[in-house]
């Protein structure tokens, strides 16, 4: 199957919850109308309790203070702007000898044809002003005793601005009186054609001590308006769902791709395997070993090690590598002539703690004359004790150790004798300093001269020309390994390069 290049997933993940969100913008609407007819309730319910209250306060002190008389006091009442307030848009007093007046200062006219007939009683009422010239009616709130009334014209005007939000004739309120002796007036607020809209929402409550039922009607233009907020927000809540798939995606895969998942991933699917590298005596032109190199085998591609070790190493992941390494080498082996030898390379962690140790006699002590181990001087060995018993454990078990990268480290001659090392690597370093005026030349002849005096096995490594190979015989030195012979090579490969090798040298050494 065809990958689907990460950018593309990118986007699919990032356009599919803003695409998503419009079909469910759509069906958002309707419940979402609900929900902003139920908030308008709640609002208005809220003002009228606000309203209720402050009327309450000034129509019950001015009730108390009222000589109902139209006198000097009355107005005062009427007037004073303590009683005469946002809800209030006139008040007035119609007193038992008919007289009348007002907080216009002037008897108002329509009001003895808006309240009902005396009966007589003390009450409280509602009444409502009458509907001429087409204007809206208003609530009048009044109280009789004694023949006498007082009267509120009430402010309607806040229920106008609390209709238009959020949006413009989305609304539509009725109050009605629930006095059934009484013709029920109607103050429509808002946009009178929803309720006559198909599909139209309502809801109905009542103010309890006046009995005023008010309906709230709502009906497309409120369901457009909320679809398109669900739409607005729907696309900003999309996109932000988006960007964080987005971000969990990358995140997720840079974690897989971290080198550390790719290792652990490749260990797990066996992906480390030994390449292998000829080391040649030039003196009989027989390759006496290898060099186990490690290779990490990634779909169609072969990773060298420089990419990885150390890195591999600071992960503790060198230990299975190293296993996974050797377990190949001793299925190999038996594929190779018997007197030929492959060397393993080992860090510092192998033989600082019993790891090559166990791993070997896990494996039954698996050939200690044909699997020797390299260690490399390039780093420390920080605890000496611990390596020098697993070394000579390990020598005792008949295992031999080279040290590697000899001249280029930290304590190579110490190492050579305390760890009690009889072969020595001598640095691609050195040798590439043959047949130039390098400084370094003398410091090649001196481990040579080194090697011959304390009876060491040297190994030329990263041979490139016959020159090299020609100055290194002339000084002693008979084991190269190096591109001048081969390169390494996968088994397969490197058992065909050894056919035609013993062909080509048939009959020499
Ligand atoms: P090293 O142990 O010094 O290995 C020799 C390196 O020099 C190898 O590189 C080899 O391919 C390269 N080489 C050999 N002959 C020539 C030559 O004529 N010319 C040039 N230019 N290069 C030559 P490679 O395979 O890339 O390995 C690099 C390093 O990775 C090794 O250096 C060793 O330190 C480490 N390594 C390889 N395999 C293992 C392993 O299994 N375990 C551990 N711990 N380290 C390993
Ligand atoms: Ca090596
Ligand atoms: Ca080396």
């Known amino acids: ?72 006091e009355d107005m005062a009442l009427l007037r004073g702007p303590r009683f005469y307030n946002l809800h209030i848009r006139l008040q007035g007093l119609i007193l038992a000898s008919g007289a009348s007046c007002s907080s216009l200062g002037l008897p108002v006219p329509f009001t003895t044809t808006a309240l009902p007939p005396y009966s007589g009683q003390e009450q409280y009422g509602v009444a409502a002003t009458p509907a001429q010239f087409n204007t809206e009616q208003e609530l009048i709130a009044y109280f009789r005793q004694n023949g006498n009334t007082a009267y509120w014209v009430l402010n309607n005007s806040w229920s106008h601005t609390l209709l238009q939000t959020p949006c413009a004739d989305c609304f539509y309120l009725e109050f009605s009186q629930q006095n059934g002796d009484h013709a029920t007036p109607l103050f429509p607020r808002g946009d009178k054609t929803i309720k006559q809209e198909e599909g139209n929402q309502s809801l109905s409550f009542l103010e309890s001590e006046n009995q005023i039922r008010q309906t709230l009607w709502a009906g497309k233009a409120l369901e457009h308006y909320a679809r398109q907020q669900a739409r607005y927000y729907g696309l900003w809540y999309g996109a932000a769902l988006g960007s964080l798939l987005v971000a969990a995606y990358w995140g997720l895969r840079s974690y897989r791709r971290s080198l550390k998942g790719l290792l652990q991933a490749g260990l797990a699917r066996r992906e480390f395997v030994p390449f292998y590298q000829p080391i040649v005596d030039n003196r009989s032109q027989q390759v006496v070993g290898f060099e186990a190199l490690l290779r990490w085998q990634r779909e169609r591609e072969m990773v060298p090690p420089g990419a990885f070790i150390d890195y591999a190493e600071e992960q503790g992941l060198i230990l299975p590598m190293t296993e996974q390494l050797l377990e190949r080498i001793m299925t190999d082996l038996p594929r190779l002539a018997p007197a030929q030898w492959v060397s393993v390379n080992i860090v510092a962690a192998h033989i600082e703690q019993p790891h090559l140790r166990t791993l070997l006699q896990r494996h039954g002590w698996p050939s200690p004359t044909r699997l020797t181990f390299e260690l490399t001087e390039r780093k420390p060995i920080t605890d000496i004790k611990a390596a020098i018993g697993e070394i000579t454990a390990l020598q005792q078990r008949g295992y031999h150790f080279k040290l590697d990268d000899f001249g280029t480290g930290y304590g190579g001659f110490a190492y050579l004798q305390r760890l009690g090392i009889r072969q020595i690597k001598i640095d691609k370093m050195f040798v590439d300093t043959i047949g130039t005026d390098d400084l370094k030349r003398t410091l090649l002849d001196s481990i040579i001269a080194f090697g011959h005096e304390s009876g060491m096995e040297m190994i030329a490594e990263g041979v490139e020309t016959g020159e090299q190979v020609d100055y290194l015989r002339q000084h002693g030195v008979h084991l190269i390994q190096g591109y001048v012979y081969a390169r390494p090579m996968a088994l397969a490969q490197l058992q065909i390069w050894l056919l035609a090798w013993q062909q080509h040298h048939a009959g020499e050494g």
């Open 1 to 72: 199957m065809r990958k689907i290049p990460p950018l593309w997933i990118s986007l699919l993940l990032f356009c599919l919850p803003v695409l998503a969100s419009l079909p469910l913008s759509q069906l958002l609407g309707k419940p979402l109308a609900r929900h902003m007819l139920q908030q308008k309730r709640e609002e208005i319910e809220a003002a009228l309790v606000e309203r209720h209250l402050a009327l309450d306060e000034s129509i019950s002190t001015q009730l108390a203070q009222f000589a109902f008389d139209c006198g000097p």
